[in-house]
């Protein structure tokens, strides 16, 4: 068995995919694949470009902020002059406990959109080369590094077509999105707590709360204990062991059960509300 | 507001099972003794080193993270170095049995060779009593304690979280940063880092 996974382990090291273009790579953990919401690319346009990741059961990648142990999905684009690819807009994260330890990221069937950025000197009738590098780590209980290049080639069209194939995967990814404009909160630093106080109003409903911080270093990856306070909704992290000093600010994703994910900027009191005495 | 109450019981609940299992070490404090057997079969105790600057190294040799910095001969030249200045090198392999990296004493001694390693010790910890003393997280997850037996550095073991051994040269390495600056009585100036890597094997 321990034999099998060196083997596998080097399999998946081996750069899947580079060889020849390719758009879809497969193990045995993950399969992924650069998809484009679009079938034609519009000059001047934004489109969205994805990952599709389908995990085998009880396999799992990881959200920005990996959690106690993990790495998060790298992508290196490789576009023509004039195109620019954002980061990945990462849906909102689940959490996975392995004994003590908590991971964040995801299972099943995944959509990681990226915007790409359409030159507005692309040429109506050209295909654009779109190539990524993309680099994951999958785990079950043990893990997996990956690597592949994938590529797309997509027509410049004057108007940008919706291809089907991925309209669902799209709209999926868009509701897995957390919504709207950060809550504004405020954080403070209480012994080996980090409180972070949130406006009532937007989850006053929420059945069961969680909450994740983009940034390591400052929280630790247990779940937060949840209270009323006044008006506010407090959340009581533990710090992280590895806190070193107060940050200017804290960004959250707050996870609800049947709604739509949210963020929140939690800006720190000892830090950010001292204003600088004027010069 | 029952609501509320069930919930605020329910994440209390699981922070107290996080502190109760996992005791935190913290930088500039005592690190706490502990004894366990080594790959020679015999008994290995922090305090046995009093006086001497030593690196605790977590391992599971099944680790593609571990692998990625035995293979790249990273934490072997590490190793060398630091023995080779007098640092006491102890490597643990918290795995519990059964585990990804669960070897016995002819497997740790096989690994050893097989990456030309040198610490100055090799320990099992299979129960996880000193991975959770510890608050160990990771394979790689590195701490220096100086000869006061205090901890000094805590953390990944460099500073680009990959699996890739071409980011080992880009990266700062924390463990030879901080006993270099702990020989020549300088601060250590990173003292604590976000450890990466997989998760410790720890049994249930």
């Known amino acids: ?279 | 507001m029952r609501f509320y109450r069930s919930l605020l019981v329910a994440a209390f609940a699981s922070i107290v099972f996080a502190t109760q299992t996992f005791a935190a070490v913290t930088i500039g404090a005592p690190a706490p003794d502990f004894s366990l057997t080594d790959s020679n079969g015999r008994t290995q105790t922090l305090s046995q080193y009093k006086g001497k600057t030593i690196v605790l190294e977590w391992n599971n040799p099944g680790c593609p993270f571990v692998r990625k910095h035995y293979a790249s001969g990273n934490i072997p030249a590490q190793q060398t170095a630091a023995t080779a200045a007098g640092v006491v090198w102890l490597t643990i392999n918290s795995s519990a049995s059964g585990k990804q990296g669960d070897i016995d004493m002819a497997g740790a001694k096989a690994f050893v060779t097989q990456y030309h390693a040198a610490p100055s010790a090799y320990l099992f910890d299979r129960d996880g009593k000193v991975a959770r003393l510890y608050a160990a997280k990771t394979t790689p997850h590195m701490f220096v304690i100086d000869g006061t037996g205090t901890l000094r550095y805590m953390g990944g073991i460099d500073s680009i979280a990959s699996a890739d051994q071409e980011d080992i040269a880009k990266a700062t390495q924390y463990v030879p940063q901080a006993l270099a600056e702990l020989k020549s009585g300088k601060p250590v100036s990173v003292t604590t880092s976000q450890p990466y890597g997989c998760s410790v094997k720890y049994g249930p």
């Open chain 1, 1 to 279: 068995m321990r034999r099998l996974t060196i083997i596998l382990c080097m399999l998946a090291m081996t750069h899947i995919g580079g060889a020849h273009a390719t758009s879809s790579v497969k193990t045995d953990e993950l399969g992924v694949e650069l998809v484009s919401q679009s079938s034609t690319l519009a000059p001047g346009a934004t489109a969205w470009l994805g990952l599709h990741l389908k995990h085998a059961p009880h396999w799992h990648t990881y959200w920005i902020n990996p959690g106690d142990s993990g790495l998060p999905m790298k992508l290196n684009w490789s576009l023509p002059p004039g195109f620019i690819a954002d980061d990945i807009a990462w849906p909102a994260p689940k959490r996975f406990s392995v004994g003590e330890l908590a991971n964040f990221g995801y299972d099943g069937e995944v959509l990681l959109p990226v915007m790409l950025h359409v030159s507005p000197n692309a040429k109506p009738g050209t295909f654009v080369n779109i190539v990524v590098d993309a680099r994951w780590l999958v785990c079950h209980e043990e893990c997996i590094p990956g690597r592949a290049t994938l590529t797309l080639d997509l027509p410049v069209a004057t108007q940008a077509q919706v291809d089907q194939r991925w309209r669902v995967a799209f709209a999926a990814a868009r509701g897995a999105q957390p919504q709207g404009e950060p809550l504004k909160a405020s954080a403070r630093v209480s012994g080996s707590s980090i409180e972070i106080s949130l406006p009532h109003g937007e989850l006053r409903d929420a059945a069961r709360l969680d909450a994740f911080a983009v940034q390591g270093k400052v929280i630790a990856n247990t779940p937060p204990a949840v209270t009323l306070r006044n008006s506010n909704i407090m959340l009581i992290f533990v710090k992280s062991d590895y806190f070193t000093s107060i940050p200017d600010a804290l960004d959250l994703v707050i996870v609800r059960t049947r709604a739509p994910a949210l963020r929140a900027h939690a800006v720190f009191a000892e830090s950010g509300a001292i204003s600088k005495p004027p010069h």
